[in-house]
């Protein structure tokens, strides 16, 4: 069990570049967050899924798309990579239940680095 | 608004000591959790603690809703213990509102 895996670990772009970045979970999680931390700061959220097929805006959703065309899988992406978004980027996932009563599960995290 | 607080922002301890980390949050803002950042980046679940008093070996938290705050202690503090400690609030039951943490050094 294998929990939330985020892929890559790390990346360096170069501005105007384009990448995606891959949060997948084995929890049968119907939410799923992807959030960016930039130093000192705690964690903001960016976009995220309530279900298969279904994504949603977060604090900070501009310059960043989203998909989730499978449950298991919610993938961040990045059209034209600016040094702003230089950040560690987190993927979580929990389970629906009653209100907001499961505790989100996170990935390792993500370095990007936009030169 | 929507607001998570935290203090105090950073805290030094010697190995042994033991520390309170505060965590105030608004109305809007409900079903408290604490995490742990370790000095790797990873984040790690310690409490979901909507209200009440829960302990886990030596750290436990206490949620008094009704007064919007929350707090973590951490007692017979050990190196491995160092790190950012955040907690964290759920608005409208699908967002997760952080606040900017408290990073805490242990020495031995």
């Known amino acids: 069990n294998a929990g939330v895996t985020q892929t890559p670990k790390f990346r360096v772009l170069k501005t105007g570049q384009s990448m995606t970045l891959l949060c997948a979970q084995d929890?049968?999680?119907?939410?799923m967050y992807w959030y960016r931390q930039d130093p000192g700061m705690g964690l903001r959220l960016i976009h995220y899924?309530?279900?298969?097929?279904?994504?949603a805006k977060g604090e900070v959703p501009d310059g960043y798309n989203v998909s989730r065309l499978k449950k298991q899988n919610f993938l961040l992406g990045l059209e034209s990579a600016a040094p702003s978004q230089t950040s560690v980027y987190f993927c979580?996932?929990?389970?629906?239940?009653?209100?907001?009563?499961?505790?989100?599960?996170f990935g390792d995290g993500t370095r990007l680095s936009i030169l | 608004g929507i607001q998570v607080e935290q203090s105090p922002p950073d805290l030094i301890l010697q190995e042994g000591a033991n520390s309170t980390l505060r965590c105030n949050f608004s109305?809007?803002?409900?079903?408290l959790q604490w995490f742990h950042q370790n000095p790797w980046g990873q984040l790690i679940n310690l409490f979901y603690?909507?209200?009440g008093t829960k302990q886990n070996g030596r750290l436990s938290a206490t949620t008094v809703a009704t007064e919007r705050y929350s707090l973590l202690y951490i007692s017979s503090s050990q190196t491995t213990d160092s790190g950012v400690y955040f907690c964290?609030?759920?608005?409208?039951?699908?967002?997760?509102?952080f606040g900017t943490g408290t990073r805490l050094q242990v020495f031995p």
């Open positions: 929890m049968n999680h119907e939410y």
């Open positions: 603690i909507p209200s």
């Open positions: 899924s309530v279900g298969e097929g279904t994504t």
């Open positions: 964290a609030g759920w608005y409208n039951t699908d967002k997760l509102i």
């Open positions: 109305d809007s803002v409900n079903n």
């Open positions: 979580a996932s929990r389970d629906a239940g009653e209100g907001s009563n499961q505790p989100q599960h």
